[in-house]
T-cell receptor, first 110, second 113 residues
């Protein structure tokens, strides 16, 4: 069964203090690994899809990387508006089911 | 089209009642997904439609849950004989291409008293 483990569960950063969120996964043949951002009371917002080890994608202050067992979401010089829960998810080849982790709740303090 | 919409946004019901939720995906998206999310957890996959065909369903999905997408556009999720454990946020998502990110609606929050 596909599994996604995210760490830490919560992270508090000062504005401008860069850090990384971790996503460890097991899947029987990776179709895609996804990162989402979720604000309280709202649906997840799609950020990135990664398909193979070594792939990297960037968007503003966020950069996602992928290895065969883990993905990292690097946040460079975060701002208070980056505060949210960041969810990692995987999809196995041949299936549509997407398995999510419980997320990392990020708080960026001014 | 401004995105995925879901109605109602909130539903309070008594245990044993039936409830139905509606999802309108992004118009050109033929793939539609339903998820359930409880507090402090990530979304849990319930079911998947490609056009009007329901192609995947979670093994965890009780027989009390049924979903339809009759004309390949909007979808409905019905829960019969609701239980307190059904209290959760029900999320709908759509996408155009397999393996691409999904676009989520705002969710329907269900409270079963």
């Amino acid at each position: 069964e596909d599994q996604v483990t995210q760490s830490p569960e919560a992270l508090r950063l000062q504005e401008g203090e860069s850090s990384s969120l971790n996503c460890s996964y097991t899947v029987s043949g990776l179709r895609g690994l996804f990162w989402y951002r979720q604000d309280p009371g709202k649906g997840p917002e799609f950020l990135f899809t990664l398909y193979s080890a070594g792939e990297e994608k960037e968007k503003e202050r966020l950069k996602a990387t992928l290895t065969k067992k883990e993905s990292f979401l690097h946040i460079t010089a975060p701002k208070p508006e980056d505060s949210a829960t960041y969810l990692c998810a995987v999809q196995a080849r041949g299936y549509q089911k997407v398995t999510f982790g419980i997320g990392t709740k990020l708080q960026v303090i001014p | 089209d401004t995105g995925v919409s879901q109605n109602p946004r909130h539903k309070i019901t008594k245990r044993g009642q039936n409830v139905t939720f509606r999802c309108d995906p992004i118009s050109e998206h033929n793939r539609l997904y339903w998820y359930r999310q409880t507090l402090g957890q990530g979304p849990e996959f319930l079911t998947y439609f490609q056009n009007e065909a329901q192609l995947e369903k979670s093994r965890l999905l009780s027989d009390r849950f049924s979903a339809e997408r009759p004309k390949g556009s909007f979808s409905t999720l019905e829960i019969q004989r609701t239980e307190q454990g059904d209290s959760a946020m029900y999320l709908c998502a759509s996408s155009l291409v397999d393996g691409e990110g999904q676009f989520f609606g705002p969710g329907t929050r269900l409270t079963v008293l």
